[in-house]
């Protein structure tokens, strides 16, 4: 039995943990797009999937969703998401989203700019770490490198 003991335990922490960072998400989320956009619809499939009720929107004007936002001119992507106090900008992973729910900084949002393969909605393998980057007042610095 004791050396079951320290897996177990182990096993406990990391599932106990894995809950948190869900707890920590917001229950809700606005995400604009374009009507056609289908990856758009990926990307809130897998919010959806965290526990968070995802309203689209796609019946308004994109570039000025982003300009409201404050979304740093030249680093937007396909659609924009509005999650609690903040802006998610494009195919942002889960693993920088859980992080900005967890740290909760003084920022806007934080963004993925274009369509990278292998990120959520964005079928495909990886090809290239993604460069998560935080804004405010649409200036930008990096976020974190997944």
């Known amino acids: 039995m004791t050396r079951l003991a320290p897996?177990?335990?182990?096993?406990?922490?990391?599932?106990?943990?894995?809950?948190?960072?869900?707890?920590?998400?917001?229950?809700?989320?606005?995400?604009?797009?374009n009507p056609q956009c289908a990856c758009c619809d990926g990307y809130a499939r897998h919010l959806e999937a965290l526990g968070v009720e995802v309203t689209v929107?796609?019946?308004?004007?994109?570039?000025q969703v982003k300009a409201d936002a404050g979304v740093p001119y030249g680093l937007g992507s396909c659609h924009t998401v509005t999650m609690g106090?903040?802006?998610?900008?494009?195919?942002?992973?889960?693993?920088?989203?859980?992080?900005?729910?967890?740290?909760?900084?003084?920022i806007d949002g934080i963004g993925l700019a274009g369509m990278p393969?292998?990120?959520?909605?964005?079928?495909?393998p990886q090809r290239s770490p993604y460069e998560v980057y935080r804004f405010t007042d649409r200036q930008d610095a990096p976020f974190m490198t997944l």
């Open 7 to 33: 897996p177990l335990l182990l096993s406990t922490a990391l599932l106990l943990g894995a809950g948190t960072v869900q707890a920590a998400l917001p229950t809700q989320a606005t995400l604009y797009k």
């Open 117 to 124: 393969i292998g990120t959520p909605g964005m079928p495909g």
């Open 57 to 63: 929107v796609d019946d308004r004007p994109l570039g």
């Open 85 to 106: 106090d903040y802006v998610i900008e494009g195919h942002v992973p889960m693993a920088a989203v859980e992080r900005l729910f967890e740290e909760r900084p003084s």
